[in-house]
C-alpha cells in the first residue's frame, strides 16, 4: 500500500479544512461589505426624494408667486394709468383756477 496517494488525500483535506475558515471569514467581510452599501444606498436615495421634493416645491412656489407677479404687474398698470389721468386732471383744474384767478385781478 503506498502512501502517496493518501498522502494527497490528507493534503487536499487538510488544504480545504484550512481554506473553509478564510471562506467563511471572506463571506462575513463581504456580507458586511454589502450591508454598509445597502446602507449608504438607502441613505443617498432617501436625501435624493427629500431634496427632489423639496425642488418641486419649489418650483411651485415660483410658478405660484410668478403669477402673483403678474397680478402685480398688471395693477401697478392700472394704477400707473389712473395716476396719470390724476395728474392731467390736477393740471386741468389748476390751469382753470389759475385763470380765473388772473381773471378775476383784472
Not at 13 to 20: D, I, M, N, W
Not at 25 to 35: G, L, R, W
Amino acid at each position: 500500500m503506498s502512501y502517496r496517494p493518501m498522502k494527497k488525500h490528507v493534503l487536499l483535506l487538510l488544504g480545504a479544512l484550512c481554506a473553509q475558515p478564510l471562506m467563511a471569514k471572506d463571506m462575513a467581510t463581504e456580507q458586511y461589505n454589502v450591508s454598509v452599501a445597502r446602507r449608504q444606498y438607502s441613505d443617498s436615495r432617501t436625501e435624493y426624494e427629500n431634496i427632489n421634493q423639496l425642488v418641486e416645491q419649489q418650483v411651485q412656489r415660483v410658478a405660484e408667486e410668478n403669477a402673483r407677479l403678474g397680478e402685480l404687474r398688471k395693477q401697478q398698470k392700472a394704477a400707473r394709468a389712473r395716476l396719470e389721468k390724476a395728474r392731467a386732471l390736477l393740471d386741468q383744474q389748476e390751469k382753470a383756477f389759475d385763470q380765473a384767478w388772473s381773471a378775476r385781478g383784472n
